[in-house]
């Protein structure tokens, strides 16, 4: 097959995106399909117009790579990709709607509520967030990944801080209760049958899993399956389910939690474009479950052209 690698882009996190489609286009070159990498910028739709592509393999990371925004123009030029769709994709892209989504569907997730950045600067409102959450407390960008712009403050000044912070990456900003735990991930592949891969318990060196911690070598440890007790193992993999299936995600997803010392897993959020770099968690929990890169990757593809045929009118 003919298979066009998309990645790079303008987001935050762009490198990484460059790394997850380096190591996608080597998979599936292994595999034995002729693949071609391509930058996000304004050229390349013409060039996926053009190009007799079987199939388009999304490895962006951030917007408007896994908002929606990229697969809705794959939409519009009737080209199979990789991943979810246009709506699960925004969902999942937007923490505000995803955590509704997912506290409907019956999931855990850690009290929040969103703010603009113009409220986010009034006065006294650092002062009525401390009152409300307590310390610490997480500030995010709503619609933003890879830990960028968070901060976990532990004073009103540190507070005071984030919400600029954050306010640098996006205009909606999250605020939103802690939850003392352990750190787990759980990856689900959905191609088109659920497949829920071993938890994955993530070790770190630096005071956050901040970005740093994610993709510099040595800086984090991977432990397959996570150290936490059985009942917390079986609600992790029936709480990522549910939040794969609630949201309706699609080809593969990596669901973060924290799992508090009552076996509570208390959904973070839903990555739908997850990282495929060689430090990353995803394929690591897959190759835990017997599942290489290569395979994941021609999973995906297969799984995006076949999702693409069914989705055509036809006799």
């Known amino acids: 097959m003919r298979i066009a690698v998309l990645c790079g882009g303008w987001s935050a996190e762009r490198e ?12 599936l070159s292994r595999r034995g399909h002729e693949v071609e990498t391509l930058d996000l ?17 999304i490895a962006l990371h951030g917007r408007p790579g896994e908002d929606g925004t990229v697969q809705g123009m794959l939409e519009l030029l009737e080209v199979p990709y990789t991943g979810s769709g246009v709506l699960a994709s925004a969902l ?12 409907a569907a019956g999931l855990a997730v ?13 006065a006294g409102e650092v002062e009525r967030l401390a009152g409300r959450y307590g310390f610490p407390l997480v500030v995010k960008p709503v619609r933003q990944g890879s830990t960028i712009g968070l901060t976990v403050a532990s004073d009103p ?18 605020v939103q209760r802690f939850v003392a735990g352990t750190e787990v991930t759980v990856g689900v592949l959905a191609t088109p049958h659920l497949q829920v891969l071993p938890s994955l318990e993530i070790t770190y060196d630096n ?34 389910a ?4 609630a949201l309706g995600c ?36 897959a190759r835990a479950a017997g599942v290489a890169l290569d395979e994941l990757c021609e999973r995906l593809v297969r799984h995006g052209i076949e999702r693409h045929r069914r989705s055509r009118p036809g006799p």
């Open 242 to 245: 549910t939040a794969v299936r």
């Open 207 to 240: 005071p956050t899993y901040d970005y740093e911690a994610k993709y510099t070598a040595g800086k984090s440890r991977h432990v397959i399956p996570a150290r936490v007790p059985p009942p917390a193992t079986a609600a992790l993999e029936a709480a990522a």
């Open 41 to 57: 910028d304004p050229s390349c739709w013409e060039r996926i117009r053009g190009g007799g592509f079987d199939c388009v393999f």
């Open 110 to 122: 850690p009290e929040f509520e969103e703010l603009g950045v113009e409220v986010a600067g009034e």
């Open 250 to 285: 699609e080809g593969m997803a990596r669901v973060d939690f924290i799992v508090s010392r009552d076996c509570t897993p208390w959904v973070l959020e839903v990555n739908t474009v997850p990282g495929l770099t060689e430090l990353s968690l995803l394929p690591d929990a």
């Open 157 to 174: 000044d540190q507070l005071a801080n984030g919400l600029l912070l954050a306010g640098r990456y996006d205009r909606r900003i999250m």
């Open 16 to 27: 990484v995106s460059l790394r997850s489609g380096a190591q996608v286009a080597a998979a």
């Open 92 to 103: 999942c892209m937007d923490k505000s709607a995803a955590n509704r989504v997912l506290s």
